[in-house]
């Protein structure tokens, strides 16, 4: 299975948004409206913070937002705090192939 | 609450094989599938496979077949992952996870740290 592509970084000082950016193909991402986004602090497990495309679950502040264009998911964190600061991994559904997670963006808050 | 607690930490010898084990708790256990991830040091997320809870049907990932074995319990709400004839690439955090819609993992295990080494 191919990893979603992720760029390895991102940043922002607290109040200010970051956006990251999940790439598939027509096969997962673009194919299907059921990507997902997970968020990691060190040490710990995987959280859901957004699941088909766009949706909260309950408990995820809605600074945690989500959208899709084409082969191309993105999650976008407004309103940086401090605890965001953590590694974040898109997934995908993929059909019949199997699903593929990003390969993860670190984000740090300045 | 819905709750998923693995089993703990292994150090295996290579050839070895090792059965991590997930209680689910809080929820029908038979309804929704369970998902097997690995996270190996300081490397990102890798889905495995997953496990239908109704019919103990498996389905594993490329590059999880042969040594990998999912299995049931449904008495006691349990999932297990059986790894064998165990590498030292196999070291990693496996964490199970309830897929509560379409490949939306809504709730995790805490992880399970296998370590092979002689």
């Known amino acids: 299975q191919s990893a979603l592509t992720q760029p390895p970084s991102a940043s922002g000082s607290p109040g200010q948004s970051v956006t990251i950016s999940c790439t598939g193909t027509?096969?997962?991402?673009?194919?299907?409206?059921?990507v997902s986004w997970y968020q990691q602090h060190p040490g710990k497990a995987p959280k859901l913070m957004i699941y088909?495309?766009?949706k909260r679950p309950s408990g995820v502040p809605d600074r945690f937002s989500g959208s899709k264009s084409g082969n191309t998911a993105s999650l976008t964190v407004s309103g940086l705090q401090a605890e965001d600061e953590a590694d974040y991994y898109c997934?995908?559904?993929?059909?019949?192939?199997?699903?593929?997670f990003g390969t993860g963006t670190e984000v740090t808050v300045l | 609450q819905v709750q998923l607690v693995q089993s703990g930490s292994e150090l295996k010898k290579p050839g070895a094989s090792v059965k991590v084990s997930c209680k689910a708790s809080g929820y029908t256990f038979t309804s929704y599938p369970m998902n097997w991830v690995r996270q190996a040091p300081g490397q990102g997320l890798e889905w495995m496979g997953w496990?239908?809870?109704?019919?103990?049907?498996?389905t594993y990932a490329q590059g999880f077949t042969g040594r990998f074995v999912f299995s049931l319990d449904t008495s006691v709400s349990t999932a297990y992952l059986q790894i064998s004839s165990l590498k030292a690439e196999d070291t990693a955090v496996y964490y199970c996870a309830r897929d509560g819609a379409v490949t939306t993992f809504d709730y995790w295990g805490q992880g399970t740290l296998v370590t092979v080494s002689s």
């Open positions: 997934f995908s559904y993929a059909g019949s192939n199997n699903p593929p």
């Open positions: 027509s096969s997962d991402v673009g194919g299907y409206n059921y």
């Open positions: 088909e495309v766009s």
């Open positions: 496990i239908d809870t109704n019919t103990g049907n498996p």
